[in-house]
């Protein structure tokens, strides 16, 4: 509930805040908005009460960017999901939306993680929702380079 220079903070229940633009500040302060779980972390939402005893949850990115249509999803750019400036929010669809994902298993290698017992790398790549195992290795670097291979061929 303060605005401190371009940022504008919206205070959310679980002693949490959300970030705005100043152009949607006011109009969107106006409300109670409260911190729900997202997956691993936190976003902001608030209660629309439709009527006869039903209500609506409207997510706050929602509320800046538009509520995306058919199979597409609201991406923080970031990771942030308490982040809503609109230049960290972009609609795409959800396999986009998983390639923007921050954890990459313990690897700094896209579809690159160590096998459970740490002793070695594997090596996936998903595309068109189907996930290929390409393999297990003895070092990061030549899992990546099936990953990188794998990528050039298809």
Known sequence: MSKMGNKNYIKLSKNKYAI??????????????????HGVSYCAARKHYLGGGKDQTILLHHAVIGRPLGDLVVDHINHDPLDNHSCNLRIVSQ??????????????????????????????????????HLGYFHSEIEAHVSYRDWRKVK
């Open 95 to 132: 396999s986009t939306n998983c390639c923007n994902r921050k954890d990459r298993g313990a690897s700094k290698y896209a579809g690159v993680s160590k096998t459970k017992s740490g002793k070695k790398w594997r090596s996936t790549i998903r595309i068109g929702g189907k996930t290929t």
């Open 20 to 37: 705005v633009d100043s152009k949607d500040y006011d109009n969107l302060n106006q409300y109670t908005w409260h911190a729900t779980r």
